[in-house]
């Protein structure tokens, strides 16, 4: 599986379109979390984008915010519903972690996903909180040598 690595700037507007398209299916419709899903931020200068999409859909997607050197952020994780089960997130994260390399990141991940999360070194940080009427829990991944 390849998955794509784009730079917020570079998206093009379909690839921007596809990538809110999942994120709206997912987070919005399926979870039913109202809020603005159009952050502002998907296409500065220190978005890095990354999706699967082995057709025209795209399946899987995540996003990481935060110049290098510094405290990275992951965000906007999702996948398609159709595509759960088949490891696409494990590869997601798996990319997400290779973006970040040695720095210190942090994600805020739903409850029942810890584990996906610390598969890949992050570790609790504070107590479940409620955002969006989902229950969540901020984790970090320490810099590395």
């Known amino acids: 599986m390849t998955l794509r690595v784009v730079p917020g700037p570079e ?10 398209r999942l994120r709206f299916e997912v987070f919005v419709l399926e979870q039913r979390c109202f809020y603005p899903e159009i952050d502002g931020r998907d296409l500065d200068d220190d978005a890095v984008h990354v999706w699967w999409q082995p057709a025209e859909r795209v399946l899987g997607c995540l996003r990481v915010l935060g110049a290098p050197g510094g405290t990275r952020r992951v965000t906007r994780v999702c996948t398609a519903a159709d595509a759960r089960g088949t490891g696409l997130g494990g590869m ?54």
């Open 11 to 20: 998206l093009t507007g379909r690839q921007v379109h596809d990538l809110l």
């Open 92 to 145: 997601l994260m798996a990319a997400a972690v290779d973006l970040v390399g040695a720095d210190p990141s942090v994600l805020d991940a739903q409850v029942q996903a810890k584990g996906l999360y610390a598969r890949f070194g992050y570790e609790t940080d504070g107590e479940p909180f409620e955002e969006d009427g989902i229950m969540h829990v901020r984790m970090r991944r320490p810099a590395t040598a």
